[in-house]
């Protein structure tokens, strides 16, 4: 095969896998704010606030009450901000929301608090303690359930990441690959029309 026509061939290709790369960076940008868009509106939507950076001078440190100094690390950069992120999502979730549930009875384990309540229901139904052990389970419920989706919107803001990530690897490799191409039809157009591939190696063996 004549070298010219290798170097013509190979740089065609290499063209087609850059328009590819290319595509695949635009769709990779595409999801990376499609994801974050969605995690932002869904979280917007809860209308949840950091604490005021004041209340964490009144933090215990005995792991009770609304504000702990535990949560200081992981909270007090965010004080009196919106919670719009998936960091952010994440931070509240574990480090609000599941030390309130861990000071709880049973530690906040929806699973044992439910089994308690229905126990003390089958016993002592509208007794005192059955109805605080109710309040608890509703509590619990809906802490774990926030939690649980506060934790949903910090996954799918990773996946945004891991997209952003992808999208620039393939707009870098796909500039490599255009460098590469365009050496191709250079070193093309600079070649004999008489000269094979492999000329050289033939010429050796021969002598």
């Known amino acids: 095969m004549p070298r010219k026509v ?3 061939l190979t740089s065609w290709v290499g063209v087609v896998l850059v328009v590819v790369l290319v595509v695949a960076g635009g769709l990779l940008t595409w999801g990376h704010s499609y994801v974050n868009s969605n995690v932002h509106n869904q979280l917007a939507m809860q209308q949840i ?3 005021q950076a004041s209340v964490w001078k009144t933090a215990t440190k005995n792991n009770t ?3 702990q ?6 909270l007090k950069k965010y004080s009196g901000e919106e919670l719009l992120t998936g960091d952010q999502a994440e931070a509240y979730a574990d480090h609000f929301i599941a030390y309130h549930l861990a000071a709880m009875p049973y530690g906040g384990v929806y699973a044992k608090v439910s089994a308690a309540n229905q ?3 089958a016993k002592a139904p509208g007794s005192a303690a059955q109805l605080k052990l109710a309040a608890e389970e509703a509590t619990v419920f809906q802490g774990t359930t926030l939690r649980g989706l506060l934790l949903e ?3 799918f803001s990773q996946m945004g990441v891991v997209l952003l990530w992808g999208a620039i690897a393939s707009f870098i490799g796909a500039l490599i690959l255009a460098l590469l191409v365009g050496l191709g039809f250079r070193h093309a157009a600079q070649v004999p029309e008489e000269q094979e591939i492999l000329t050289s190696h ?5 002598a």
């Open 6 to 8: 290798f170097d013509r």
């Open 202 to 206: 033939r010429v050796a063996a021969t």
């Open 65 to 67: 009450g609304e504000i």
């Open 49 to 51: 606030y950091f604490p």
């Open 119 to 121: 126990a003390a229901l």
């Open 69 to 74: 100094e535990r949560m200081i690390p992981y």
């Open 153 to 155: 919107a910090y996954g």
